[in-house]
């Protein structure tokens, strides 16, 4: 599975550690910038980058964006079609993420996490199967229903 990852410069240092983290797990991780620090960088070029490429493959891959407060990158993330991101704050969040709703991005907040504290989250989000359950699946089919609408 390729990991999309992305950040502005505020979430640059924790997007350099958890690149280091994800690919030691075996996955490839495709760094969709910005590729260095350069303050004043704005968020929603590098989470438009990593939603439009997990948009084109949402069942085979994922993203990880990441900015000050995690809030822009989610919402631009979740402004893709067939893409469901998440900022998950917990372990608990990250898990009933992708449990209960598929997520396929994860957003993060670079200032309100220590760099284990967002591995972990990774760790968990990236373990955590989605259930399939009839009612997860139903809402999900609502949602794609809701983008086709649009």
Request: aromatic share 8%; charged share 30%; hydrophobic share 35%.
């Amino acid at each position: 599975m390729v990991i999309y990852i992305g950040s502005d410069h505020r979430g640059f240092k924790l997007k350099e550690f958890l690149k280091q983290y994800i690919s030691g797990t075996g996955y490839e991780v495709v760094d969709m910038g910005n590729a260095e620090y350069q303050e004043g960088d704005d968020y929603p070029d590098f989470a438009a980058r990593v939603a439009k490429q997990v948009s084109l493959d949402p069942d085979h891959t994922r993203g990880i964006v990441i900015c000050a407060s995690g809030v822009g990158v989610d919402i631009v993330a979740n402004k893709f079609s067939r893409v469901r991101s998440a900022l998950a704050a917990t372990p608990e969040q990250a898990s009933a993420s992708r449990n209960d709703d598929d997520t396929n991005v994860l957003a993060l907040a670079a200032e309100y996490l220590e760099e284990e504290q967002a591995k972990n989250l990774v760790s968990v989000w990236m373990q955590t199967p989605f259930s399939g359950d009839e009612r997860h699946a139903r809402r999900l089919k609502k949602i794609e229903q809701i983008e086709l609408e649009r």
